[in-house]
């Protein structure tokens, strides 16, 4: 008897399918891999289980019985516990008391009795957790393990993760999958969302793979090599991988001097005395789990905030003081977390998102806007980075995120800048967009602009920095040169443990 | 069968077009049934209402009389409304500009030379500049929100205008009425036609829509504006500078509304009363966003407002009905605004029941 099985789910939404004719099935004690692009279907599935969204054709079977999921709180009664990729916590409130909210009131007897509970599971599973501390104290990692621990207090069959790897550094993912795979030899099941193929290849029992909607395949990963997985999630007509060379940058244009920060906003991390200098003609990869710092650090590159000129230099000149404008026209391209509502305005065309920050070319003769220009560099952006959209006409929020974010990094390189700046270049980017975005980054660097990449995506900066460094808590970890950087390393260094390398001397 | 509304995938360009359409007709059916319930048959009252002022040349004049403010103000809001500044308060810098400007014709009474006219349309206009200045000034200074400011400040103007007709602009020889002395002739506008009282504001206006057309279409500046508005984010990005845009958008407006307030004294109405402000700066909200905060669109609507004027003048006198059956019109002319444009960026679909849904 399976512990859960879906067939023949399907869910449209207005103008898209979602999932079409979906079945999967998962055993007990079977840690089952759902792996798709973004955009596959994948939330949607799991959605589905948990009662959010009611399918509109197809059966779900629960130990072999037909059941009607009707909202989250049956899904917990039924077993069926699932940890988010957006946390819902409480920040103000402790451990314990987040965990008591969300029982049934007849499972909390005492909060002494609850804590003793707590302490119980996580020191059973290896998921150390102090239940007095306030989570807003605790890190993402650990947030997590609250998470979890919350639905292995509620007896959970089924476990759903959502791709909980993806804010975890290389060490607490290695702890996570520990415990997960003591669940599942305890007969728990786990459905395991996720896009690393590397991840679920240690992991997995079984994978189903989705792809626009459909299944696409199922495997044993282990059995399965990460290529063949890769062409099941993208379909055949997209290259897979490239290999980059790297490159030894020349003079340095981007110099940071000792910079501390502290902004208004009580919720925003204070930099501690961050310096860091940007070649011209490499690519420099900032790694780091987010909320570390990444954002404050590119504002004050961005020059939306302002600090001491000197503590910024662009090729020598003092900037810090120099609003985004200036900074521009000093040769600055940005490209922002936020594509929608930062990096482009959402009910805007794409030629007036062209426009947003290409001004001070010669789209603009002296505050005239010269529209026959504005309209064919909005064009070439569509053409030259292959932006599928209606037109240069079409609403910026009518573009699906990957092809915004084609769009968005398509404008700032055209402009030729001497310093680009990407945050999250690929994040929640298919495959072939990603690839086509990584190119275009190594050819800007090999035309000699400076390139610095903020990321939480390690693989991604692995593949594309040609010297790297992580931000913990505000401060910086020291800099090298990617090939004497391992992986566990940059996992100390994320981690805020920035003591030398023990096998340094293999470096410089 | 039931309905229910559905997010569209893009916002629909025909809804936003048929919306204000919709309201109107929505308005005039509503306007029927009042009339119904009020005992006069509703064709002849709607007829009453918004034809036969518009019978003859008299009342194509007197549009134009009351088009010229409402555009004037409109057209600066339209500026405001685009950097998402919500100034209300078109009606006390109108106010401002009526006092000054009037202030300064009283002052000029005797002097008949070329300069005097423009002078005091300069001055009208720098009176509701500064009018709107406070406003811009608590706004980017304290971070005062405009929408209380604004009010407050109209306030302030009208009982400004109500003290200076009783005390100081009083006319000595006005029987203690609350008016001003009349203007003099080189102290008042020049009407377009002999004997009618529409003057030559009303090309102001028009050339002030024109501008700020162009302005917002062609230029950097007004495409800044307009970002501002749609994505402050993007905004600080892209590195416009927000409180110089606020500062020019109040300002800009401050003056078209003062300009339309002393064009108001020192035209149609020629002297200071405590009437000169028929709420010209409110209903030019309503104007805004029926003309889709585009100028071709907001000249349209402000004759369709500055008719509702005329509409309620004429029932009053036609059918003996309250003339405040204009404020109503206004009024369910936006509600039915703000309920239509809700389909702009939704669409009613019907329901369907899914096999699996169950009582949710």
């Given at each position: 008897m399976k512990r859960i099985e879906l067939t023949n789910i399907t869910k449209r939404y207005p103008g898209a399918i979602?999932?079409?004719a979906v079945g999967i099935s998962v055993d007990a004690g079977e840690i089952h891999a759902l792996l798709g692009e973004n955009g596959a279907g994948k939330s949607t599935l799991m959605k589905i289980i948990y009662g959010v969204v009611k399918p509109d054709e197809g059966e779900m079977y629960w130990e072999g019985e037909r059941v009607q999921v009707r909202g989250a709180s049956h899904a917990r009664e039924l077993g069926i516990g699932m940890v988010f990729q957006h946390f819902s916590l409480?920040?103000?409130?402790?451990v314990t008391e987040n965990i008591a909210l969300s029982l049934p009131k007849s499972d909390v007897v005492s909060m002494e009795s609850l804590k003793q509970r707590i302490e119980e599971v996580s020191t059973r599973y290896g998921m150390k957790l102090d239940p007095n501390r306030y989570v807003h104290t605790l890190s993402i990692g650990e947030q997590q393990r609250v998470e979890i621990v919350r639905c292995l207090l509620q007896d959970v069959k089924l476990l759903i993760l959502d791709e909980p790897t993806s804010v975890l550094t290389p060490q607490e993912v290695d702890t996570l999958f520990k415990t997960l795979r003591k669940l599942a030899s305890e007969g728990c099941s786990i459905l395991f969302i996720s896009h690393k193929l590397d991840e679920v290849r240690a992991l997995c029992d079984n994978a189903t793979i989705l792809r626009g909607g459909k299944v696409s395949g199922d495997c044993v990963p282990r059995e399965t090599t990460t290529d063949e997985i890769a062409r099941l999630m993208v379909g055949n007509d997209t290259p897979l991988s490239e290999e980059y060379k790297k490159a030894l940058g020349q003079e340095v244009f981007l110099r940071i001097k000792a910079l501390s920060f502290q902004s208004d906003d009580p919720f925003s991390t204070t930099l501690k005395d961050i310096s860091l200098q940007v070649k011209s003609g490499e690519i420099m990869g900032v790694a780091g789990v987010a909320g570390n710092g990444q954002e404050e650090l590119l504002n004050l590159i961005s020059g939306e905030e302002v600090c001491d000129a000197s503590a910024v230099t662009f090729a020598g000149e003092a900037v810090g003081n120099l609003g985004p404008r200036q900074r521009r026209e000093l040769g600055l391209g940005f490209v922002p977390e936020?594509?929608?509502?930062r990096g482009a305005v959402p009910d805007m065309s794409l030629a007036n998102n062209a426009l947003l920050t290409a001004y001070h070319g010669d789209l603009v003769d002296s505050g005239w806007i010269n529209s026959h220009k504005v309209k064919s560099f909005a064009a070439q952006i569509i053409e030259q980075f292959k932006v599928k959209a209606a037109g240069i006409d079409a609403q910026a929020k009518s573009l699906s995120g990957g092809n915004l974010q084609k769009y968005i990094i398509g404008r700032e390189i055209i402009q030729a800048p001497k310093l680009l700046v990407c945050s999250h270049?690929?994040?929640?980017?298919d495959i072939g967009a990603a690839i086509l975005i990584r190119h275009a980054l190594i050819a800007l660097r090999d035309q000699g602009a400076a390139i610095l990449v903020v990321s939480e995506d390690i693989d991604e900066l692995y593949s594309i920095s040609d010297r790297i460094c992580a931000i913990c808590d505000g401060e910086l970890s020291p800099v090298d040169e990617m090939k004497n950087v391992s992986i566990n390393q940059l996992g100390k260094w994320m981690a805020g443990d920035f003591s030398p390398l023990t096998n340094q001397a293999v470096g410089v | 069968m039931l309905f229910k509304l559905e997010k569209r995938p893009s916002d629909s360009q025909l809804m936003a077009y048929c919306s204000p359409l919709l309201a109107v007709v929505l308005t005039l059916i509503s306007g029927a049934l009042l009339f119904a319930s009020l005992g006069h048959e509703p064709m002849k009252a709607l007829y009453t209402f918004f034809v036969l002022p518009l019978e003859d040349l008299y009342g194509w004049t007197e549009l134009g009389v009351k088009v010229a403010p409402l555009l004037l103000c409109a057209i600066g809001l339209m500026l405001c409304f685009k950097a998402k500044v919500w100034n209300i308060g078109a009606e006390g810098q109108f106010i401002l500009g009526g006092v000054g400007g009037g202030y300064l014709a009283l002052q000029l009474l005797d002097v008949d030379a070329f300069w005097v006219m423009p002078l005091i349309l300069l001055f009208g206009a720098l009176c509701g500049l500064l009018w709107a200045m406070l406003a811009a000034w608590l706004k980017t200074h304290f971070a005062a929100n405009e929408i209380l400011t604004t009010i407050m400040l109209n306030y302030i103007a009208l009982n400004l205008l109500y003290f200076c007709v009783h005390g100081p602009l009083k006319d000595p020889d006005g029987f203690n009425f609350p008016e001003s002395a009349m203007f003099s002739d080189s102290t008042l506008l020049p009407v377009i036609?002999?004997?009618?009282?529409?003057?030559i504001s009303i090309y102001f206006a028009l050339f002030a829509a024109a501008v700020v057309w162009t302005f917002m279409s062609r230029t950097l500046l007004g495409f800044q504006i307009s970002v501002l508005g749609e994505d402050h984010s993007a905004a600080r990005f892209a590195g416009f500078k927000e409180k110089k845009l606020i500062w020019l958008v109040l300002l800009v407006s401050g003056s078209l509304a003062g300009l339309a307030g002393v064009a108001e004294v020192a035209g149609p109405i020629g002297q200071l009363n405590p009437y000169i402000a028929p709420g010209y700066g409110y209903a030019a909200i309503i104007i805004v966003f029926l003309g889709r905060m585009h100028p071709i669109g907001i000249v349209f609507a402000s004759m369709l407002l500055a008719l509702t004027y005329m509409g309620g003048e004429m029932v009053q006198m036609d059918l003996a009905l309250p003339k405040s059956l204009t404020g109503l019109f206004q009024g369910m002319l936006l509600f039915y605004l703000l309920a239509c444009d809700l389909l702009i960026g939704y669409r009613i679909v019907r329901a369907k029941s899914s096999p699996i849904a169950d009582q949710a």
């Open positions: 979602a999932n079409s409480f920040e103000t409130l402790t936020e594509r929608l509502g270049p690929t994040w929640g980017v | 036609i002999e004997d009618y009282r529409l003057t």
